[in-house]
């Protein structure tokens, strides 16, 4: 759900179409169309739009399957290496998400001397997510992973906030309050944080997460999409070209002298050219900012109109070409392209590298006429959705609802003894890293997609460069989970249709064996490393008969037999119980409607007060059917095991 701001829809999008054609944005205008909500209200034809507001896309005939419907240079990309701020970004040794928050709040703060100006003032005042919303509001949200997430996310953006005042206090004269950016506003900062969460695309290892104008139009379907997003991620990271560039060519000539010398001085000399050119050391909030070549070369002092003791930080556009503070226009862009001997007016041939320079959205599954195209913005739960994007499915195959590790312990502690639960928390800190979170829907898939990768052949694959998604595809687990370096954080949870994750399922067969078997398994590095997949394949047998209607006696040979391990039926009925008491807690949880929700607010002006409240009931609802359907299911396999 976005908020709009004020002005006509259709003159924005007037000024936005503007802006495609000049940034040679092209789509296929025979194949589909740009709507607004309100025109596709009054239009007779039938269609399954979803959105409450904002725009669209609409097939205007039947949409073919590989088809290619729109294509998007990277230089129409507003990322934090393509801001006017870039430079600064790497003094200041910012990155990440905060980078790029600031980024889009300079390049907005700069109205129409932005080169993205016909694309910015496209976009709503704020995606109307959880964390924007009032305290009223949010109580709704009581005992579901939403509510976690704002305010595991609040105290993170608080400390960027924090960050970004240090920055705006020592360079007054870059962070000018205006054109509806206040810098000292946190609520403003919100704002702009929410259409970073909400539209933010991975581009590559240069750009990084960025806004890409047109690919934010299409709207998510869980499971249902139809187009993809395809571009060259693995560029160079320093200055984002697509093939060989004096960087990566400079990196391979070391590394051929490293090995023909197996001198380990040479080591030395990539690492100092890399720090040169890459992202710096990270900050104390886990950024990483952009190096700059003028970093390390003799600086010159100039007379410089500026305060006394104050001096801007180099302000480069996507190009590193100097622009002076009032330029902000495609004149610097023509006369950096003019420097490097390209041709002004377009009419000679494309370079082999800049044709592939894009972003291409192609069709991925078949789509009807008159219907909206839809994208995925990534394989997340109905808690995901609403904390990020602000909206919430009716039926969602990736659902998931976490645990608390301290619960999980807890249970241990009572089924076994205070020191076995000590001991299997021990192991989840030791061994984080390899508890990676997969919902079995996501696992399904993937077979299926590797499946489908081995009967491809090469020709093919050259075809369809890597996929990318919203910020938060299946990469973007990491997002959702908002994992820092060398802070690995596990995640337990019973996922959709209604099962413990790999994890909690192995934790527990670990947690409630036999002594000489976990004393074996928790006394060896090795030993745990062998058999914790083991078990998780075992549990991904288990659940797969279970969900095909086999007999408790069948599901458990079958999959003792699929992965020859062998764990006693005592073990697999104490697991079951154990997973029965913890979804039923976390249900209490989520249950209590009448007494969270109350009634559906009327009457009131704004009409977001009204949608919250059926966004927070069906977030309740799909969670409730989650632990539902599991607590049915488990307390079955309990009783087939004590039959």
């Known amino acids: 759900m976005t908020v709009n701001k004020a002005g006509d829809s259709a003159d924005k999008l007037s000024v936005l179409l503007e802006w495609f054609e000049e940034n040679k944005v092209t789509f296929n205008q025979e194949a589909i169309d740009i709507v607004s909500y309100k025109k596709a209200l009054k239009s007779k034809s039938k269609s399954n739009i979803v959105s409450e507001d904002g725009y669209g896309v609409i097939a205007r005939r039947d949409l073919r399957d590989g088809e290619p419907l729109v294509v998007i240079p990277k230089s129409a990309v507003l990322s934090a290496a393509t801001s006017a701020l870039a ?123 960025s806004m890409v104008p047109f690919a934010d139009i299409f709207n998510h379907k869980t499971n249902s999409e139809n187009v993809h997003i395809e571009s060259e991620e693995m560029v160079c990271p320093l200055c984002g070209e697509a093939f060989g560039c004096e960087h990566t060519a400079g990196m391979e000539s070391d590394a051929e002298n490293e090995d023909e010398d197996g001198d380990d001085s040479d080591v030395d000399d990539d690492a100092s050219m890399a720090s040169e050119h890459s992202h ?70 494309e370079d082999e590298d800049e044709t592939i320079d894009t972003l291409d959205i192609v069709v991925f599954k078949p789509c009807k006429a008159k219907h909206e195209v839809f994208n995925t913005y990534g394989k997340h739960s109905s808690a995901a959705l609403l904390h990020r994007y602000g909206f919430c499915d009716t039926s969602n195959l990736f659902d998931s609802v976490s645990l608390d590790t301290e619960q999980v312990l807890n249970a241990l502690a009572k089924q076994v003894s205070e020191k076995r639960a000590s001991e299997v928390g021990q192991l989840i800190d030791l061994y984080a890293d390899v508890m990676e979170p997969c919902h079995r829907a996501k696992g399904i898939e993937e077979e299926d997609d590797a499946d489908e990768e081995e009967d491809s052949d090469e020709e093919s694959e050259s075809d369809h460069p890597t996929s990318g998604h919203g910020e938060n595809d299946d990469s ?73 209607g086999a007999s408790i006696q069948t599901v458990y040979r079958e999959a003792s037999k699929a992965t020859d391990l062998s764990i006693k039926k005592s073990t697999i009925a104490s697991v079951c119980r154990v997973v029965v008491q913890l979804t039923e807690m976390r249900l209490a949880d989520v249950s209590g409607d009448e007494r969270v929700l109350g009634q559906c607010p009327t009457g009131n002006a704004d009409d977001n007060i009204a949608l919250r409240w059926m966004l927070a009931k069906q977030l309740r609802e799909n969670e409730r059917s989650v632990l539902k359907r599991c607590v049915k299911l488990y307390q079955n396999i309990v009783t087939a095991f004590s039959s």
């Open 87 to 209: 430079s600064l970004l790497f003094e200041e040794q910012i990155g990440d998400t905060l980078a790029l928050h600031m980024a889009i709040m300079y390049e907005m703060s700069q109205g129409r001397q932005s080169p993205w100006y016909g694309y910015l003032q496209s976009l709503p005042e704020c995606a109307d997510v959880p964390l924007l919303w009032d305290a009223r509001s949010r109580k709704w949200l009581q005992g579901t992973d939403a509510l976690r997430m704002v305010e595991r996310d609040e105290a993170g953006l608080k400390r960027d906030f924090g960050r970004l005042q240090e920055v705006v206090t020592r360079n007054p004269l870059i962070f000018i309050s205006q054109n509806g950016i206040v810098w000292d506003d946190y609520k403003c900062f919100l704002r702009i944080a929410s259409l970073a969460s909400s539209r933010a695309f991975l581009v590559d290892v240069h750009r990084g997460s």
């Open 280 to 349: 710096g050391d990270a900050d104390s909030n886990g950024g990483s900012g952009w190096e700059d070549d003028s970093d390390h070369e003799e600086e010159e002092e100039e007379d410089s109109d500026e305060e006394p003791g104050e001096e801007l930080p180099l302000l480069l556009d996507e190009n590193n070409n100097p622009i002076a503070d009032d330029v902000h226009s495609s004149q610097s862009q023509a006369d950096s392209q003019s420097e490097s001997g390209e041709d002004e007016d377009g009419d000679g041939d």
């Open 476 to 548: 973007d687990d990491e997002s959702e989970e908002d994992e820092s370096a060398g802070d690995t954080m596990v995640t337990l949870s019973i996922d959709a249709p209604g099962h413990p994750d790999l994890n909690l399922a192995a934790l527990l067969v670990l947690g409630l064996t036999e002594e000489d078997t976990f004393s074996q398994v928790a006394g060896s590095q090795s030993v745990f490393m062998h058999y914790f997949p083991r078990v998780r394949s075992y549990w991904t047998a288990f659940q797969d008969r279970i969900d095909a």
